[in-house]
C-alpha cells in the first residue's frame, strides 16, 4: 500500500483517523506533527474501490487512533462505515467544503488563522441539509468557518438525474429567467428536449419534489455546457466542463466578462448569474463564435471569484485567499482566477502535495477534528 506523508504545521493533540468522502477517496491517520494518506480510492460504490478503502482503514486503526472523522453527508459509504464503529471512539463528522479549505491551508504549511476560503465543486452536504458547491467562507480557519457568500441555489430536477442529463439545469436557470417562453428561443438542445418531459419535471419543480437546492458550481458549467453544445444527457460528471476548458483554450483574443449581480441577504451574498445566461444566449442566437463564448464564462466565473473576495476583504480585512474543490482542476478557470486576485494584492493559496478534488477531503476533516474542542 503506498502511503504519502504531510508535515504539519501544528500538531495533533490525539491520534486522529479520518475516513474522506465518497469519490477519489482518501484515508487520512494524523498523528504528532505528520499526516499520513492512504492510496486514492475512485468511487466508494464500486466494490474493488470499497474493499481497498477497508483495508487501508483497518490498517491506521491498529495505530490506534482515539477520533474518528467523517463526513456529513449520510449515503457516502466512508460515512457509513464510520458510524458502523464501536462506540469506543470519538465520532466528528465535518463539513465537505470546510474540509476542503482546511486541507488547502494544511497543505500550505498555514498555521491556525483566518482566511478567505472558496470552495468549488460538484456538490457536498452543508450545514442546512441542503447541497453546497460554490461557497464563499470568510473568516475561515481550522476550527470554524462562516458561509458568508454563494452562488444562487437551483433545484436538481430529478436530483442525481441532473448531473447526467444536464438540460434540466438549463431549463431552471432559463426557467427564472424567461418563464414558458424559453421553449420559443429556438436553442437547439431544447429542440431535442421532450416538451412533455418538461412539463413532469416542473410539477416536481414547483412542489419540491425529487429536486434537493443545490448552490454547486460544477452544475453551473453543466448547464452553460448543455446550452453551449446542445447535448442533453453526458455519460460521466464534469464531462461538459472539460469540453468547455478545452473550447475556451482556443479563444487567444481579448474579451470582457459577462454580466452577474452580487445580491446582500441578511446571511451574506448571493451571486446571480442570470444576466451571464442572457447574455449568453444573445451571443448564440447571434452565431457568436462558441470558442469566446466558453473563454468569456471562464473569465466570468474567475471575476465572480474576486468581486465577492474583494467585498469579504473589506468588510474583515482578511487578505488571505484559499482555493480548493475539483472545480479548480480546471486549469484555465485557475489561471485566470489567480491573476484577478493577484492584481488585487491578494495572497493566494491553492494546492501544492495533494490534488484540489476529493482525494484532499482527508486530511482537512483530520486538521478540522484537532481543532475541535
Known amino acids: 500500500m503506498e502511503l504519502k506523508k504531510i508535515r504539519l ?4 493533540k490525539e491520534p486522529i483517523l479520518a475516513l474522506g468522502g465518497q469519490t477519489k477517496n482518501t484515508v487520512c491517520f494524523a498523528k504528532g506533527n505528520f499526516a499520513i494518506l492512504s492510496p486514492v480510492y475512485a468511487d466508494l460504490g464500486n466494490p474493488k474501490d470499497f474493499l481497498g478503502f477497508k483495508q487501508s482503514v483497518s490498517y491506521f486503526l491498529k495505530k490506534k487512533p482515539r477520533i474518528i472523522a467523517y463526513d456529513l453527508h449520510p449515503e457516502y459509504q466512508s460515512t457509513k462505515f464510520a ?13 465537505h467544503h470546510h474540509a476542503h479549505i482546511v486541507s488547502c491551508m494544511a497543505d500550505n504549511g498555514l498555521k491556525n488563522q483566518n482566511v478567505i476560503g472558496v470552495a468549488f465543486d460538484g456538490t457536498g452536504l452543508g450545514i442546512d441539509q441542503r447541497f453546497w458547491g460554490a461557497e464563499f467562507f470568510c473568516p475561515c480557519g481550522y476550527k470554524n468557518f462562516k458561509r458568508t457568500a454563494h452562488l444562487r441555489e437551483i433545484p436538481l430536477l430529478g436530483s442525481e438525474r441532473a448531473i447526467l442529463e444536464p438540460w434540466r439545469l438549463t431549463a431552471v436557470w432559463l426557467y427564472l429567467i424567461y418563464g414558458e417562453r424559453f421553449w420559443r428561443l429556438g436553442l437547439g438542445g431544447f429542440k431535442k428536449a421532450n416538451r412533455r418531459k418538461w412539463e413532469v419535471l416542473k410539477k416536481m419543480y414547483l412542489s419540491g419534489f425529487n429536486s434537493p437546492m443545490a448552490s454547486s458550481m460544477g452544475r453551473l458549467f453543466d448547464a452553460v455546457g448543455s446550452l453551449v453544445f446542445e447535448k442533453n444527457k453526458v455519460d460521466f460528471e464534469a464531462e461538459l466542463a472539460i469540453r468547455l476548458e478545452k473550447l475556451a483554450t482556443r479563444y487567444s483574443l481579448l474579451a470582457t466578462s459577462y454580466s452577474f449581480k452580487i445580491v446582500r441577504r441578511k446571511d451574506g451574498y448571493i451571486i446571480d448569474p442570470t444576466p451571464m445566461f442572457r447574455q449568453i444566449i ?10 469566446k463564448i466558453a473563454y468569456k464564462f471562464h ?10 473576495c474583494l467585498i469579504l476583504r473589506k468588510q474583515t480585512s482578511i487578505n488571505k485567499a484559499v482555493l480548493s474543490g475539483g472545480v479548480f482542476q480546471n486549469n484555465l478557470l485557475l489561471r485566470l482566477s489567480l491573476d484577478l486576485l493577484y492584481k488585487e494584492g491578494f495572497d493566494v493559496f491553492t494546492h501544492n502535495y495533494l490534488p484540489c478534488n476529493d482525494s484532499g477531503i482527508s486530511l482537512g476533516q483530520a486538521a478540522i477534528a484537532n481543532f475541535k474542542d
Open 282 to 291: 444573445l451571443e448564440l442566437k447571434r452565431k457568436e463564435l462558441k470558442e
Open 83 to 95: 458510524l458502523s464503529l464501536p462506540t469506543t471512539y470519538y465520532l466528528l463528522p465535518v463539513q
Open 299 to 308: 473569465l466570468t466565473i474567475a471575476k465572480m471569484i474576486k468581486d465577492t
Open 9 to 12: 504545521p501544528f500538531k495533533i
